[in-house]
């Protein structure tokens, strides 16, 4: 190649003249490029030689000038147009001569950078051009406009992600929520990560990106890690650092869908006609509904009268659901699937909508109530002796929580005496349950609540207000599981076969109180549902069912179904294979609330631990997990948690003292406890 010729060469993919100026060895060249650069190059790196001149490499500026003039892509589809239809395959000079009426140095070179960067009308075939078919083009052209529209929704992207990383208010597109969705996805697969010995390096092995998740964080330039994505949606204001990827990663739903909010709204909006016509009329009653202050689905309430013949009657109100719903339409099939509320520190996520299941399908103080009512007449041992069941109208009366019934029984209010003698009806009925062999396990429970930042844990005592409601809830449910018996009707009856508990003389070698009960809890065997009555040992009742959360939960609102069909005197809703198999999907789905809802729980606890690393806590050793290598259960009384802790020393179960939180990592639920002596304690 003769000195002075002019040739391209490629850096990377930019473009690059160069003049040639000796020979390097028998086959590469050097050439001088435009910045006087030196560079070695085989034949094969030359992409174009410039023929018919020769140059200075002070020239090609001048060179490039000119050939710009003549960069017009757009004459390409004129020239494809006139070539098409022979086939006809051009070289850069023919081409030139075709654009141009030319084929100048600089023309020929203009019409080869058009040819080699066309990626529509022309195909390179050897050093020549062939025109591609009018099919080709057609098909070309749709291809290069679906990747430029790519091109400009990935930059779209990038700015409205721009915009949320600086905490600007960004209104996220419907395409977007396909990033966002496989986001979410991915990164809360972190929650494999409280599992034993899993890291997160394990987690990000075992489960590749999908294609939106790599495609999303190479385009932001971070690592495509379930971590990484985690921490972007956080710093998009998508996630908080504490979200619930227990919940995330479960298949229980978060949103209801639109159609089942259209449905739920209908319904408010055009009242379904009641199908209880002959409900009875109790509105005459005083009724107490009883709660946590923060409950909004009131699903219970209490009544007490005495009747003419002198006896007592307990009415157990229960809220109505299928006032509004009837079995498998929209609104049945979604409670279906999500089988019950889930409650969280953070909030629940309801079975209902919300718009249903905190207003009409509530007990709500003053309103008149569609319900079901449990009218229960106890013998003095606490048996049940009469009973009805009545779909019913009734108009509460007090909406109280547990510590305002605590204080009304505590100062033995006159004005409303019914409290008292409903209060009187709960003991004698759970000393009656207790002589039908039933086993009391009392063990401190913790209530966690996140508002905003603050986290909190409130002990549950069992006072007298709980153990009031938690009994006549039992009842209603015999009552409900009896009037099934008796009548041949398949329900979701819950039994619990009898527990082996270790003999006295075992019980009594171990500290009474929470060590004894924890000993007893273990032997508990799990309850059980059966669609025939079945013995539940722990609340020593012959046959029971749960009716009292229909809003709440869903095999309670099976026992709905089929009590309020009997009674109208309808055919079933559900046969007995049907209940069975709908329960079978519903228990799964339960089990998975539970799991959550525990989970949860836990990482809040040690959240809260976390928060407080210089409080010291009184301490209970419940029992041994490990005892071969120091591992041992512990009772923060003051909190209601058991938590594991390793012990350095000897200790024996029952054994009391103070510990620290060393470490707390609750989202690799880690926790780790010292034991502090005296001395240090008294100096805290």
């Not at 929209?330 to 889930?342: C, I, N, P, Y």
């Not at 909030?347 to 207003?359: D, H, R, S, W």
Request: hydrophobic share 40%.
């Amino acid at each position: 190649m003769e000195k002075g010729t002019l040739v391209e060469f490629r850096v990377g993919a930019e473009r690059r003249l160069g003049v040639v100026d000796r020979p390097d060895g028998k086959t590469r060249v050097f050439v001088i490029d435009e910045r006087g650069q030196p560079h070695s190059l085989a034949p094969r790196q030359i992409t174009y030689t410039v023929t018919g001149e020769t140059f200075q490499p002070s020239q090609i500026p001048k060179f490039l000038q000119e050939v710009n003039g003549y960069l017009d892509p757009s004459s390409l589809e004129v020239a494809w147009e006139l070539l098409v239809e022979d086939g006809e395959v051009v070289t850069p000079l023919q081409m030139a001569e075709l654009l141009f009426s030319e084929s100048l140095p600089s023309q020929c070179y203009a019409a080869y950078w058009l040819l080699s960067d066309d990626k529509t009308y022309f195909k390179q075939k050897g050093d020549a051009y062939e025109p591609r078919t009018t099919t080709q083009v057609a098909e070309r052209k749709h291809q290069l406009e679906v990747e430029a529209l790519k091109v400009r929704g990935q930059q779209e992207f990038l700015d409205r992600v721009d915009k949320a990383l600086n905490k600007e208010p960004v209104e996220w597109q419907r395409h977007d929520r396909h990033r966002i969705e496989a986001l979410e996805k991915y990164a809360a697969l972190l929650a494999d990560t409280t599992k034993a010995g899993v890291t997160y390096e394990t987690v990000a092995r075992a489960y590749p990106p999908s294609a939106p998740v790599l495609e999303t964080m190479n385009l932001l330039g971070r690592p495509a890690t379930p971590q990484a994505a985690f921490q972007l949606l956080i710093d998009l204001g998508l996630w908080s650092p504490h979200e619930n990827l227990f919940l995330r990663r479960s298949s229980i739903p978060i949103q209801f869908p639109t159609k089942v909010i259209e449905v739920a709204q209908q319904r408010l909006d055009f009242i379904p006609p009641d199908k209880d016509i002959d409900r009875l009329n109790l509105t005459h009653l005083k009724v107490y509904t009883i709660d946590d202050e923060s409950t909004t689905e009131i699903d219970d309430g209490l009544s007490w009268e005495r009747l003419p013949d002198g006896r007592e009657r307990v009415w157990v109100h229960i809220a109505d659901p299928t006032r509004w719903l009837m079995p498998e339409d929209e609104l049945d099939l979604e409670a279906r699937r999500r089988g019950s509320t889930v409650y969280l520190p953070t909030g629940m996520v309801p079975m209902f909508p919300e718009l249903l299941a905190t207003g009409p399908m509530s007990l709500v103080q003053g309103r008149e109530c569609c319900a079901l009512s449990f009218g229960i007449i106890l013998d003095e041992a606490g048996a049940v002796v009469d009973y009805c069941i009545h779909a019913s109208l009734i108009k509460p009366t007090y909406r109280l929580t547990y510590e305002d019934v605590d204080e009304m029984l505590q100062l033995g209010v006159q004005a409303e005496p019914e409290i008292k003698d409903i209060a009187d009806a709960a003991e004698k009925r759970k000393a009656w349950r207790y002589a039908q062999g039933a086993i009391s396990i009392n063990m401190p429970e913790a209530m966690i609540k996140v508002k905003g930042d603050e986290v909190s844990i409130d002990l549950l005592d069992d006072s007298p207000s709980r153990r009031l409601v938690a009994e006549m809830m039992i009842v209603a449910g015999e009552v409900a599981a009896r009037y099934g018996k008796e009548n041949n009707i398949p329900l979701p009856f819950r039994g619990q076969p009898q527990p082996e508990l270790p003999p006295e003389e075992e019980l009594i070698l171990l500290p009474a109180g929470f060590v004894r009960a924890c000993a007893m809890r273990r032997c508990m065997p799990k309850s059980e549902m059966s669609i025939t009555p079945v013995r539940h040992a722990g609340l020593g009742l012959d046959t029971y069912t749960q009716a009292t959360s229909p809003i709440r939960r869903y095999s309670d609102l099976l026992t709905h179904f089929q009590l309020k069909a009997h009674l109208r005197g309808e055919v079933l809703p559900f046969t007995a294979d049907q209940l069975r198999e709908v329960m079978i999907m519903v228990t799964t789905i339960t089990q998975e609330v539970t799991m959550v809802e525990r989970q949860t729980n836990r990482y809040w606890a040690l959240e809260y631990l976390r928060r407080n690393p210089d409080e010291i806590w009184e301490v209970t050793v419940l029992m041994w997990l490990r005892e071969d290598s120091g591992l041992a259960l512990i009772l923060i009384e003051d909190l209601g948690l058991q938590l594991p802790m390793f012990f350095k020393r000897p200790v024996t179960l029952g054994e009391e003292l103070l510990v620290k939180v060393s470490l707390s990592d609750p989202q690799k639920d880690v926790i780790q406890f010292q034991e502090i002596i005296y001395q240090e304690a008294a100096a805290n």
